[in-house]
């Protein structure tokens, strides 16, 4: 298995466990992006980078539905 391959299996993992943490009810859906960043963060410890893409995978997927986190995910994109 090539590593760019590895990392789309990690990735499609990581994505199934934050999906069942938010469904559980664990995680809070109501935080800012920087404070559901440093969730991510903890819970999987992954970096910012990553913790970011989950969070935009998650709300492009209609997951993570939140208005904070949707404007601050916009304007985070609109700067890279």
Not at 10 to 35: H, S, V
Not at 59 to 80: A, H, K, T, Y
């Amino acid at each position: 298995m090539t590593g760019k391959q590895t990392d789309i299996n990690e990735d499609d993992e990581l994505i199934e466990d934050a999906i069942e943490l938010l469904k559980t009810g664990e995680f809070k859906n109501d935080l800012n992006l920087q404070k559901t960043i440093t969730m991510f963060q903890r819970r999987f410890r992954i970096g910012w980078r990553r913790g970011f893409n989950l969070a935009n995978v998650l709300r492009d997927r209609g997951i993570l539905v939140n208005p904070i986190v949707d404007e601050e995910i916009s304007e985070e994109m609109s700067n890279l």
